[in-house]
């Protein structure tokens, strides 16, 4: 298994030397209040912040179904073909699991065009190249298993614990993303956009300590020459492991007046999702009413292990302390994909879950570290190419 957080950062702060102190500094937060009007590009639909509402975002839903059929040449209101949505979990190191699979699972010859793909943290890296498709596995596998510790961050020195905002500069992984996910890869983003598909990266906002999901496919169709700069700092941010990476700034902007907002990974609210409860529900109402809907299948790709991973626990300040946040992700995590199925389940969506199993005896002790990630890219490889074995309910839940 990989590092804990405080593992990692323990390992990044020792690769660097004493630096000098600089306190960073940012301009000022929005005010709670004013939260909700806060934007970046002025989209009206270019991010969805969660407490604040579901009408926006359900909303956005229903128009991708409209766009769907337009692009499928279907009357307004035409029940559509089957749809398939993928959520991609954070996992750190681990989500080289999820690249390996979708490059193994396009040769297997099964591989859906996804209507919806989620990601957040290593998910988050992971999710623009699932929902562009096979012609996006080249630089996918590459994110995974063509960098090492020094394409991902610097380290900043031990005295970064007091005096930064994280022990490593992850200047280098922004330049990766840039690297890998060109502004080609981005058009076709727009291009799924336009043709009803939804591509949406969660981060969480340190201010108001709720998740925010961007809507990815409509900042990279909106023609804003900031754009493609925003969507590779969407995806650093929602990787930004609090204390490990720095969080990344947004500049935003209310009634004309300049704002910052601070973000950082979203799998410290949640490790995965897909829908919002009232898409849900409306799919409900229509289930009830006897009106047709399209078949739906959710796919969850799990980047990790579902099953305990033991240890001898120090009795250690450290020790203790990084055991207990590594238990708390883990479960987070679990929870997540119970609350899928379970929201699956209520919606009359089929349910398809991949994670790493017991079989895969791999450890390592550096941060993305090849003797890790390639192994565990080509597991996930494999098991897809040979059919993988999806799971039609998260284990341990029957």
């Known amino acids: ?47 969805f912040l969660i407490g604040h509402g579901s009408a926006a975002i359900t909303q956005e839903y229903v128009a991708a179904l409209e766009r769907r059929r337009a692009f499928l040449g279907l009357a307004p209101g035409a029940t ?129 300590q709720l998740p925010v999901i961007w809507n990815i496919g409509a900042i990279a169709n909106s023609g804003d020459p ?4 925003l969507i590779r700092r969407i995806l650093l941010a929602s990787a930004a492991i609090p204390g490990v990476f720095p969080p990344v700034l947004f500049d935003v902007e209310v009634d004309g007046r300049k704002y910052q907002e601070l973000h950082v990974d979203g799998g410290a609210v949640a490790q995965a999702f897909l829908y919002p409860p009232a898409v849900g529900a409306q799919r409900q109402a229509n289930i009830r009413a006897r009106r047709p809907v399209p ?30 946040v590594a238990t708390m992700t883990a479960a987070s995590g679990y929870n997540d994909a119970v609350r899928i199925w379970l929201n699956a389940q209520r919606d009359g969506v089929e349910f398809r879950m991949a994670y790493i199993g017991s079989d895969f005896g791999v450890v390592y002790d550096q941060p993305f570290d090849q003797t890790y990630m390639t192994p565990l890219f080509d597991y996930g490889f494999q098991k897809a190419r040979a059919g993988y074995p999806w799971s039609r309910q998260p284990p341990f839940t029957s």
């Not at 990766?176 to 969480?204: F, P, W």
């Not at 796919?299 to 207990?324: C, E, F, G, V």
Request: proline residues 6%.
């Open 80 to 208: 559509l073909p089957a749809m398939d949505l993928l959520a991609v979990s954070g996992g750190g190191e681990d989500g080289a699991f999820g690249a390996g699979l979708l490059n193994g699972w396009t040769l297997e010859g099964s591989r859906p065009v996804f209507n919806l793909v989620t990601g957040v943290s290593t998910g988050a890296l992971t999710a623009p190249f699932a929902f562009i498709g096979p012609a996006a596995d080249a630089p996918l596998k590459n994110v995974y298993t063509g960098v090492t510790l020094a394409d991902i961050a610097t380290a900043r020195g031990m005295m970064a614990a007091l005096f930064d905002d994280a022990m490593s500069d992850t200047a280098p992984l922004f330049g990766t993303i840039s690297r890998e996910l060109g502004d080609n890869l981005l058009a076709a983003v727009a291009q799924g956009y336009r043709e009803g598909r939804l591509l949406l990266i969660g981060t969480t906002n340190l201010d108001t």
């Open 295 to 324: 078949p739906l299948r959710a796919w969850m790709i799990r980047n990790a292990r579902i099953d305990a991973n033991w240890a001898s626990t120090n009795r250690r300040t450290l020790s203790i302390a990084q055991r207990a």
């Open 226 to 229: 900031r754009a493609s700069n």
């Open 1 to 47: 298994m990989p590092p804990s957080l405080t593992r990692r950062a323990a390992l990044l702060a020792g690769a660097g030397s004493l630096s000098a102190c600089s306190l960073p500094i940012r301009q000022p937060a929005v005010p709670q209040d004013q939260t909700a009007r806060a934007t970046v590009l002025g989209l009206a639909n270019e991010r």
